[in-house]
């Protein structure tokens, strides 16, 4: 079956410190892979996804490349701001390039960033 | 963006009693509504798929008597935890997805004493 594997939190980072959250998946197939926010007191929010190999997801600074060679989607941002602090979940999907199936997550990586 | 409300968003109840979570989606229809259960450090594993007017399809090793879900309409799904025991006390989180993507909603902290 699916698995996505992410870095044991937390993390804890100084403002514009570089961010890199491990996640490796398995699964059959070509699935998408997803990186997923959450902040405190909040839902799920989407923040990038990559729907096939070699393809880079980014959005608010962050980055993540689809590697099939290493089954890996790391995500990265040069330079943290406080207000990223949250809870990173890493997730994977073999519905079809979109989120709104079936998703299997990895534990959630805690990041904080102190100013 | 699409909003995904839950309530209440902590309950605690007696061992025995039945407790019931409501989801709903504020501002758009939901095709497909998925319910989530959340361990301390751990990940969200899937509990139940349930679509509008159709019997859930839950995940193997979820008991579906235990965990009741109804899905009344487009915009409102509810998970009802009943005869709640100690070992059931989780976050547990719902979602609802249109065609494209699927909305997360807070959360909700139930505790069994």
């Known amino acids: 079956g699916n698995s996505v594997t992410q870095m044991e939190g937390p993390v804890t980072l100084s403002e514009e410190a570089f961010l890199t959250i491990n996640c490796t998946y398995t699964a059959t197939g070509y699935p998408s892979l997803f990186w997923y926010v959450q902040y405190p007191g909040e839902g799920l929010q989407l923040l990038l996804k990559?729907?096939?190999?070699?393809d880079k997801g980014s959005n608010k600074g962050f980055e993540a490349t689809y590697r099939k060679e290493t089954t890996s989607f790391h995500l990265e941002k040069g330079s943290v701001q406080v207000s990223d602090s949250a809870v990173y979940f890493c997730a994977l999907s073999d519905e079809g390039g979109t989120s709104y199936g079936k998703l299997t997550f990895g534990q959630g990586t805690i990041l904080t960033v102190h100013p | 963006g699409a909003v995904v409300s839950q309530h209440p968003s902590r309950v605690i109840c007696k061992s025995g009693t039945s407790v019931k979570i409501e989801c709903r989606s504020l501002d758009f229809q939901a095709t497909t509504m998925f319910w989530y259960r959340q361990f301390p450090k751990q990940s969200l594993m899937l509990m139940a798929t349930?679509?509008?007017?159709?019997?859930?399809?839950?995940e193997q090793g979820v008991e579906k008597d235990k965990f009741l879900i109804n899905h009344a309409s487009l915009t409102l799904s509810t998970l009802t935890v009943t005869s709640a025991h100690p070992e059931d006390s989780s976050f547990y989180i719902c979602?609802?997805?249109?065609?494209?993507?699927?909305?997360f909603g807070p959360g909700t902290r139930l505790t069994v004493t």
């Open positions: 990559a729907t096939k190999a070699d």
């Open positions: 349930s679509n509008e007017g159709s019997k859930a399809t839950y």
């Open positions: 979602s609802a997805s249109t065609r494209y993507e699927q909305y």
